[in-house]
């Protein structure tokens, strides 16, 4: 964890592999000149220990390409040694291997550092939080006794009624500040930003590149990362951050527990830091909801006895005779037959549900408004209120594709580096992008589209061909058998896609060649959440919506493929078959992506690369290092952080399913739930143990995640309010109960949601053939509002359609406006700032102008009293000590005054 | 403008009515030691010139009121010089009057509270602004000269391409800044805004009270001001900004130009700024609208001769025998007598309305759009970036209130102030407030409610009472007469109540005791804009969506009052009179508005108040004042600034009008902008000329008003859509051409929207009277669609009504989500902050720190050069000057070390 001298500690690591070609090249003419340049450095470098020029005698004529790389890695580091920062390296004493570069920042850099990057810094003052009085006070404490248990048991200030004001670090009011000890003001995780932001600024002029990303993107260095704060098992005493991580959070034995954000946040940084807090909030949110969800659920199986409904689909005695399922292979049947489906869809499909879409509608915007609360309360408590946002700096792809226009553009051939730089690629160079992500991600969602619709070829032409079978059984369990290993395609499909997608995403991305970093993860999310959401909700889209609403009529079905029909939805509604679509679809993935994706797939990686490792590392490196393995070493090992975008993305799909359908599915959230609870501690697994630390970045919020969240949350209210008016039969009950029904009960529903066909209506060569009963039918019914045959317009559409069309409508529009409204009152109702927190905000100001006020006044006391000393002992004092008084003022008064006039007072003498 | 020895500026006055009673009160206990202390400040604030020394010696004893009065003064000035404000006063010469306290904030106090307030200050470092290439710069170098005309000529920067780097104010790195003359580097706006800041913050103890506010409120001072930079008008050459305000910008003269924007918030502050700007870029953003509507109107004007409905209308041969509109006195009457009406109709209720109003929801989110976009660019242009909000005082009403609290809590009778300072107002103190604001809000809307339904009651009563008129053209006339009577009684209320509701908002609020100053205004304006919103809308949503739909079906009529038949529309639909409606009211009120309230009555408060002071102030006055009337003397007249609101609250009101009900009154936008154009002049005027000079406010945005803004314009999304489905023929025209219409034409539109009804099942009694065709009539028409008279279900509604109701609702549903999508698609579309703007600010960010590093090294280089310089001589020196080199190392030293090492160095030697 230190230089050699054990005293300066690495804050950042370099590593490379070098290789030094044993062939003998004749010395050509450059070959000198880049040799000289190294032994050089390499005297510099190694602080004349003398290894490194014994290295240099060995050295041997280097490859083109490896001597370019090793030019690059000089001049780097020599531009670093000036930037302030201090360098150790390895030997490179064998012919090839991988090498460190370690980095210290000094005092002088971080603190030079630290106020270019207005980092805040707790000052010497601190103040009291104010508390809650009275009742909330004491609920608290009766919470935080309640809850101790699920705490985690995490070293914190011993007084956190006070919080210490913080200020943007400033050298010159270094009084300010409780430094005891200048190694450990600032914090590791603070140290290896700063000199992460020096190894990005640092150019080398070699390519005109600047900083250590392009270095990466160009091979000349491996890797660069921060050091992990040691291991994180082990027996010995010695307490590290990481260890008490493992052991209070990254354990699923500590599932039960709070996470320790505020030590997340230390360790890995204020961004992955707000990505487990939102997760920990999401997860606890999501307790409710499964509440109300199970009870949702429980109170559809308390009255599916009695809904009469149901019981009357069931009651034998009714004896609806239906209009075949097929054309001539199918015969008549009797609803009756379908009793468990009416059942079981009355699980779902009962009024409690419209309840239930209402309050998961408000959940959303209430997580959404605590959300931003507890984003105010961590900025707050982590000094990044007032923020800015950092500069950029270009990522190395853009940087590249500018100097190739560059290249280009040879009319101007002079050296005009300032008219260069201005350079930007334009929308003409960037248009072959755009259109190629245009016409990818059309082609992608047509994909999704025609898989879907494969899908729905299979269902049809699978169901025909089993209806053709003779076998009683097969013929008797279509529907099951066809769904499920519908379900199961569709999912397989889903998944598949979504990895493809995944890559499609990045790929395409990248072909944009956006600017920045930040643009590139903003908009590499939006592709990829359009992608995968297309992905997952396409055919779930479908049977909500669009599943049995074109399959005509008796007597005039609609036909596709050459004489198939189109599919129908269960006699229970499609309700029924949405949400086993979704049950299977949410708990497919989300199984299926846990543990194979997250768990199964790290690991196969690490074994593979472990072998490789193996296998081309030679045993000369074994007997070298692994006797002291070093934090470096072990860091190197792990896989490299790559962003949080999955975990986010896979965190937003689940909640499109809790949300966007949850009028079908009612025990979403407790899925989710239980998903959460895992998910958590393997997302806190693979960051402590698998990942080298993750740079830590500062981030207010999370950034375009938040507005695709209250864009789904907006987006479920219609889907909602649709499922509800139209999928759903809640609106139809509710029309016949109350307009249609002779005595105000539901008794007769299922006979007037029927129509009647006239048998001999059928088209010749449709009707069933081998039907035991045809002679007796003269009517089949049909689930539709269509005239009956004896009226004047036969099988038109009737007035109860048309009327229970408007009603459905209208429910969609009264449903959304009154949800949506009450969205936005909940949103105006609760402040997005705490009000305790915008007051210690406020409270803070007024410290800190009281503060400084202070200092500002016993700061010129002290002169002034200094000053009237010295004038006192100038009175009887010698001449020297007059000059010295004369010399101080003088100083004083240009430190107030202009620097140019300070610079030409002293000049001049 | 100056202190008597015309050099010092002043920033700021406080005025004061001061009294001394003649009448001899035996010399008190207490009286004395004011006196004394009276006369000890007076020797101060006075310089000793001998005039307060006069003056002590003429002093009678006070009134008890106004010597508390003059004590707290007294402290408060005091109090002032303390924090280093420099003070003049008036001599008090006169037994009563009016005395100005004039301030001046000398270099020091302004630089310590420039720092203080964090107030950015250009520095010497200009950077260019990168301009767009190519096109586009050609473009705008020609919209330049197009527009020479209109741009006021106001001089500017002569450079601008350069913007200077600004940096919050730093007494340590005044070498930054460009300071040419210490008195005018700060401008008049900051100066006086520091000193404003100093006069809220100073405390007076004697009542436990805070800043000029309560001294203002409990009438210690009259008023407190910041001074007008001269005469705005007048021939002298002198120019001034607030002549030039006045010449470029307050007058009529220049309604064409553009405003001079920066200078407005140069003299007015920023908030003031915003709000011209604001109204700048509705007013701009009217145009185009404008043009839209008149073109959409021109459309109705020219297809007005084909349009098949409003001609089967008229056609006298299609003769269709309508039910007569009231009981017994009125007739059977021919469709085609309304035909006019149906011509006028079509002018507003054509396709072209559809497109328009789906054109102005987008308008709306465009001008939000486009209003954040010169919001963002205002902030940086203005050095606003990265502003923190402030401080905030606390109201005089709450510190008063929370004083009464404490002396009520006597069970803390000890003086522990600090306790004290933390209490607050609970919800138990304010729940009184907040229940008379609920109620009395719920009253007022109620009243509105009561307002709108008594003109109904007028319009039924009136136009049954006129229906039983035996003279003809009276009752030829009734519609006309009542609807216009009617509509003008409704503005009327609204003129009366909108008055009313702006009192009793202020009142509430002021029931409510918001702790400051934003709060207050915020929830003043929540308040004032629901009671305006409901007042002036009301009676126009009552026409578009409730008139004309409970009226039964005649032989079913619903009565009301006993006897009378609910109001239906005129024959050509409601949208006519809905139109009629909103022009009436809009143009009444703006004109009614502008005119009397704006113009008419300030100028009649200033006669009264002229004439007030005319007759109080003896002559004696005259003489001393009116031959050098000061500019404190001329800016007291004027009228104090009392916030924006009511400005805002009428455009906001007007945004209603133009955005709401778009789809019945396409002309609104025409109006608004005649209107617009005059209002930015009239509100210029007033403020350069009517009012004292304001304080200046910074503020990056204009706070609540974009909420309510887009509130409303989320609101008129669905507005539009149920008026354009349910209050206009569009949906019924649709349906009918393209599913009841034979031949894909509109003929016999007309006759499909007409029922039949027999009229031998009218109510006895209800049959017409006087007759002259009653035998001839079998069949009676109206507008419904149901079921003939001689169907099944005769009188019920028919399977059109619910089909086209279906469609109806369908439209809603489709409108509302198709253009809320593409609002939402807009708003991502249109960065929030234009490109330009954030490269600028970033760049800014990167010269600022390459300017403070190269700065850094310039200064360690110079002092690194002194040091070595100061060695050389010191080999070669004397004694004298080694002290004084290790001196200054020592103090360089301790300024980079703690403070507290440098103090304790200093003090032990």
Chains 1, 2 share one sequence.
Not at 902 to 907: A, D, I, R
């Amino acid at each position: 964890m230190h230089f050699r001298d054990s005293k300066r500690k690495v804050d950042y690591v370099l590593a490379y592999h070098y290789r030094k070609h044993l062939t003998r090249h004749p010395p050509g003419a450059g070959s000198p000149e880049p040799m000289r340049r190294f032994a050089s450095l390499a005297l510099v470098l190694n602080g004349g220990t003398g290894k490194g020029r014994a290295e240099v005698i060995e050295l041997g004529p280097l490859d083109t390409l490896e001597e370019e790389k090793r030019l690059q890695r000089e001049e780097y580091e020599r531009n670093l040694v000036e930037a302030g920062l201090e360098i150790e390296k390895d030997p490179e004493n064998k012919s090839q291997g991988l090498s460190f570069v370690r980095i210290h920042a000094p005092w002088q850099v971080l603190s030079r550092e630290a106020e270019l990057l207005k980092i805040k810094m707790p000052t010497k003052k601190m103040y009291e939080i104010t508390e809650e009085g009275g009742i909330l006070k004491t609920l608290n404490e009766i919470w935080c006794k309640l809850t101790e248990p699920l705490q985690p048991q995490v070293p914190q200030q011993e007084n956190t009624n006070m919080k210490s004001l913080s200020y943007p670090f400033s050298r010159e009011k270094i009084y300010l500040y409780n430094i005891k000890d200048k190694d450990t003001f600032f914090d590791n995780a603070t140290r290896s930003r700063i000199v992460r932001e020096i190894l990005k600024r640092t150019p080398t002029k070699a390519r005109n590149s600047m900083g250590i990303g392009t270095l990466i993107a160009n091979n000349v260095y491996d890797a660069a990362y921060p050091l992990h704060d040691g291991e994180y098992e082990g027996q010995n005493d010695d307490m590290n951050e990481r260890k008490l991580l493992y052991q209070e959070w990254a354990r699923y034995g500590v599932f039960y527990k709070f996470q320790p954000i505020d030590l997340i946040r230390k360790y890995f940084g204020e961004k992955i830091g707000l990505y487990f807090a939102w997760l920990g909030l999401y997860t606890e949110f999501l307790i409710p909801s499964s509440v109300v969800g199970i009870i949702v659920f429980l109170y559809g199986c308390i009255t599916i006895e009695s809904d009469i409904p149901s019981k009357e689909m069931c009651d034998q005695r009714n004896a609806f005779t239906m209009c075949p399922l097929c054309d001539k292979f199918c015969d008549y049947w009797n609803l009756s037959s379908a009793c468990a489906t009416a059942r079981a869809s009355h699980l779902f499909d009962n009024p409690a549900t419209v309840l239930f879409s209402i309050f998961m509608a408000l959940w959303a915007t209430m997580f959404l408004e605590q959300w931003k609360r507890l984003q105010m309360r961590l900025s707050y408590f982590w000094d990044l209120t007032g923020l800015e946002e950092e500069e950029e700096h270009p990522r190395p792809e853009y940087e590249t594709k500018l100097l190739q226009k560059k290249l280009k553009n040879k009319n101007i051939p002079t050296e005009n580096a300032n008219e260069d730089e201005k350079e930007k690629l334009t929308w003409g160079d960037r248009m072959p992008g755009y259109a190629a992500n245009f016409g990818l991600i059309l082609f992608m969602i047509m994909l999704t589209f025609s898989a879907v619709f494969g899908v729905i070829v299979y269902r049809i032409t699978t169901a025909a061909a089993l209806s053709f079978s003779t076998n009683e059984t097969t013929r008797s369990n279509v529907r099951v058998t066809v769904t499920a290993t519908a379900v199961i395609i569709n999912l397989v499909v889903i998944l598949i896609l979504d990895e493809i997608y995944g890559a499609v995403a990045k790929w395409l991305t990248e072909i944009e060649v956006p600017k920045t970093e930040k643009t590139f993860e903003e908009r590499l999310i939006l592709k990829a959440f359009l992608l995968k959401f297309v992905n997952s909700y396409a055919p779930i889209f479908y049977v909500a919506f669009f599943k049995g609403r074109f399959v005509g009529r008796p007597g005039h079905y609609v036909y596709v493929f050459g004489g198939y029909r189109m599919e129908e939805c269960a006699p229970g509604g499609c309700l029924m078959e949405l949400c086993i679509q979704l049950s299977i679809i949410m708990l497919g993935k989300q199984l299926i992506q846990n543990n194979l994706f997250e768990i199964g797939i790290p690991k196969l990686k690490k074994l593979f690369r472990k072998l490789k490792d193996e296998r081309t590392e030679p045993k000369e490196m074994d007997t070298n290092q692994s006797k002291d393995p070093q934090q470096w070493d072990l860091d190197y090992i792990l896989e490299p952080f790559t962003g949080l975008t999955p975990e986010y993305m896979e965190m937003i799909i689940q909640f499109g399913f809790v949300t966007l359908f949850v009028a079908s599915f009612p025990l979403a959230p407790l899925f989710a739930l239980l998903n959460n609870i895992i998910e958590v501690r393997l997302d806190a697994k693979k960051f402590v143990t698998e990942l080298r630390r993750p740079d830590t970045v500062r981030a207010k919020d999370i950034g375009i995640w938040y507005n695709i969240l209250s864009g789904i949350g907006k987006l479920s209210v219609i889907i909602n309010a649709f499922v509800i008016a139209v999928t759903s039969d809640f609106i139809p009950r509710l029309m016949y109960q109350y307009a249609y029904s002779q005595n105000g009960t539901m008794h007769g529903f299922i006979n007037h949601t029927l129509s009647y066909f006239n048998v001999s209506h059928l088209k010749a060569g449709t009707q069933p053939e081998n039907s035991p009963f045809a002679q007796d039918v003269l009517f089949c019914r049909f689930k539709d509002y269509r005239e009956p045959p004896w009226s004047q317009n036969q099988y038109e559409f009737s007035k109860q359609y048309w009327a229970i069309l408007s009603a459905r409508l209208a429910f969609v529009i009264l449903f959304q406006n009154l949800v949506m409204f009450l969205s936005v009152l909940v949103d105006w109702m609760i402040p997005d700032i705490p009000k305790d927190i915008s007051e210690q905000i406020k409270k803070e100001k007024s410290v800190l102008v009281d503060f400084f006020l202070k200092e500002e006044h016993e700061k010129l006391k002290l002169i002034e009293s200094f000053i009237a000393r010295d004038k006192q002992k100038h009175k009887s004092g010698t001449k020297g000590e007059r000059i010295r008084a004369a010399s101080f003022c003088q100083f004083n008064r240009s430190q107030k005054g202009s620097f140019a006039s300070f610079s030409s007072q002293h000049t001049e003498v």
